[in-house]
């Protein structure tokens, strides 16, 4: 069955330390996308990617880093710059580039909570 | 700016009733896209339902309509008989053309308890 993998489920950060966020999608998809969701609020969106190489800073980009190797694959770090990383973090993505229509609607992993020990 | 204002952080409703969940908008666009999601507490987030601008008629999918008034920028999610799986968090999104990227912009969202 096609959809986004994300991994781990549960994530733990000792402090100073970066961590990486696995994101995979075999839906052939153009677009990839990272949010934070932190508790009773909405996403914020972190990082987002619309081609293998090329990638764009969200609303909340400090702390982080991505990169955009494979079309498949969109890893996020949670750099120790990152000073209040506990958050539930959602990785998706969406079938197009550039040019997007306003229907093309977003698939979502299953997520990762990050927590710091 | 905010462009997506849910203002109800919760709600308790009966099962087999119906729900209706506010969602407010701004965009200067005429071209937009309006979405809302479920979130379980399992964490994946679910679509539920899609609305175009330029749709003449509300969306409908199975127990779940929107009630799209576009002049006051309100895009409302009801969703009839409520069952107890329906328990979960909303959100409601927008995508408009101002954005080339096509980012989703999500609202705070609306927590959903459904009581027997």
């Known amino acids: 069955d096609g959809g986004i993998t994300q991994s781990p489920k549960y994530l733990f950060r000792k402090e100073g330390q970066n961590v990486t966020l696995s994101c995979e999608q075999n839906?052939?998809?153009?677009?990839m996308y990272w949010y934070r969701q932190d508790p009773g609020q909405g996403l914020r969106l972190i990082y987002y990617s619309q081609i293998v190489n090329d990638f764009q800073k969200g609303d909340i980009a400090e702390g982080y880093s991505v990169s955009r190797e494979k079309k498949e694959s969109f890893p996020l770090t949670v750099t120790s710059a990152q000073k209040n990383p506990t958050a539930f973090y959602l990785c998706?993505?969406?079938?197009?580039?550039?040019?997007?229509?306003?229907?093309?609607?977003?698939?979502f992993g299953s997520g990762t909570q990050l927590s710091v020990l | 700016a905010q462009k997506i204002t849910q203002t109800q952080p919760g709600m308790f409703v009966q099962e087999k009733e119906a729900v209706t969940l506010d969602c407010t908008y701004d965009?200067?666009?005429?071209?937009?896209?309006l979405f809302w999601y479920k979130q379980p507490s399992s964490g994946e987030m679910i679509f539920l339902i899609y609305q175009g601008s330029y749709d003449q008629q509300n969306a409908t999918e199975g127990r779940y309509s929107l009630n799209f008034q576009k002049a006051r920028k309100s895009a409302n999610l009801v969703i009839s008989a409520s069952q107890l799986g329906d328990s979960a968090m909303y959100f409601c999104a927008m995508r408009d053309d101002t954005d080339s990227w096509g980012k989703l912009q999500f609202g705070a969202g609306t927590q959903v308890v459904v009581t027997p």
């Open positions: 839906l052939n998809h153009d677009a």
């Open positions: 965009t200067s666009d005429p071209s937009y896209g």
């Open positions: 998706a993505s969406s079938g197009g580039a550039r040019g997007l229509v306003t229907n093309e609607k977003l698939f």
